[in-house]
């Protein structure tokens, strides 16, 4: 563990300085080298930690177990896109947002059991930051996140209300909401695991790839899948 905090510093300090030959900054990305250090942080850590304990998760616990969390988080989830749709005055998606809601907490069992989808009621997929950009809030800069990840200024502002509004934050005890919130991030990362064979094959540096696909898919979910035409479109 010791030898962690001597290699980190170094490592970040590296990725600070240098950029792939003949990298051109993008103007989304003007604190690219910090933000590739940061990258570089929370490769280390989910190599270190994360990764191999959400493989121990998912060796270990029944796949019914895994879908329970997963309906259980998404439920909450639920909740949280109501609100934003709302704010968004989309009131259809709301009703279905709500809907899930309520019969999955009632007769899911606190949402364990995700019987909206049976019953065909759509999942929304709405935060503050979608919000903020309905309401014409600019994406401001890219940034990578020390431990969550890639972000922007918008939807990095966005996460404040998601966590004053999020239940997990609210239990009484402390080291109860530590375990919600270590699940949480535990069974988030087993969801990714599809994804990492994409990433270790794209014939993109493998930040440009990560900062590109999550600046498509936010302003996709801004509009709703109908971004404004560019130039290049």
Known sequence: MKSLFVVLPALMLGACASLPPNHQLS????????????GMFNEIVDIMFL????????????????????????NIADGWSAVNDILQGKTDKAGDDLGRLLLNTTFGFGGVFDLATDAGIDKGNEDFGQTLGFWGVPTGP???????????????????PSFLFDPI?????????????GLRAIDTRAGLFTTDALLNQASLDKYTYVRSAYLKRRENLVYDGKPPKTEDD
């Open 169 to 181: 934050s609210k239990l009484s005890s402390g080291a109860t909401s530590f375990a919600f919130t």
């Open 51 to 74: 990764k191999p304990v959400a493989k121990a998760y998912v060796t270990v616990a029944p796949e019914l177990v895994q879908k329970g969390v997963s309906n259980f988080f998404g």
């Open 142 to 160: 890219y940034l990578m996140l020390p431990l969550l990840g890639p972000s922007n200024v918008r939807d990095g502002l966005g996460l404040l």
């Open 27 to 38: 103007p989304a990305d003007p604190y690219e080298k910090a933000n590739r250090s940061v």
